[in-house]
């Protein structure tokens, strides 16, 4: 009986992927870049002259959604393609607190783009200020809370807001501790995970 499952046990090993698929690399890298430039397009608004302000906070909108979406699209195929197992050698804790941080970041790309959208919905001059996706085609806001009594709306406008900056700080230290983990592995264990995310 033992002789027959261990080579079982390994062909199944063997059969599973050593590295993401084209379009998970394709999504991986694509929103990385996005959620850069957003990065330095929203902390540099405020030091930009003031006819920059407007077209850079508006391309900042544009790339959010763009990340909302490709965040979902990513998650479909996360679910629907198995991804590759993390080296055995990682202790129990490392795979579990890498779990953890992924699930999160998943929950921040579409966290943060989705505080973005309700914050901007409740802006006072919304309903005369469209939202255009890349100046291509006008991005409808969210009607229930650009309904709402003005007063409530400019409160929960100021509440989107500090909880749309806070996500992005949330977003900071976990890219800082997902990069820093994966250059760990890969310099200092010499077990490369970023192999499995390069073409």
Do not use: C
Not at 114 to 120: E, I, P, Q, R
């Amino acid at each position: 009986m033992n002789t027959q499952a261990e080579p079982l046990a390994k062909h199944t090993d063997l059969s599973a992927p050593s590295r993401y698929t084209r379009m998970a690399m394709a999504l991986h890298w694509l929103i990385a870049l996005l959620i850069i430039g957003n990065v330095a397009l929203g902390l540099s608004a405020d030091s930009l002259p003031d006819g920059w302000v407007r077209p850079v906070i508006d391309t900042h909108k544009s790339i959010g959604i763009t990340v909302l979406g490709l965040a979902l699209l990513r998650i479909v195929w996360r679910v629907s393609h198995t991804p590759p197992p993390l080296p055995r050698e990682f202790p129990s804790w490392e795979k579990l607190a890498a779990h953890a941080a992924h699930f999160m970041l998943y929950l921040l790309m579409i966290a943060l783009p989705l505080s973005g959208w309700l914050h901007d919905s409740a802006w006072k001059d919304a309903a005369t200020h469209p939202m255009r996706l890349f100046d291509l085609f006008t991005w409808p806001r969210i009607g229930y809370v650009m309904n709402l009594d003005p007063a409530l709306k400019e409160t929960l406008h100021d509440r989107f807001g500090v909880l749309h900056t806070w996500l992005g700080y949330a977003l900071y230290a976990l890219l800082a501790m997902h990069v820093g983990g994966a250059l760990k592995h890969e310099w200092i264990d010499r077990k490369s995970v970023l192999k499995r995310m390069v073409p």
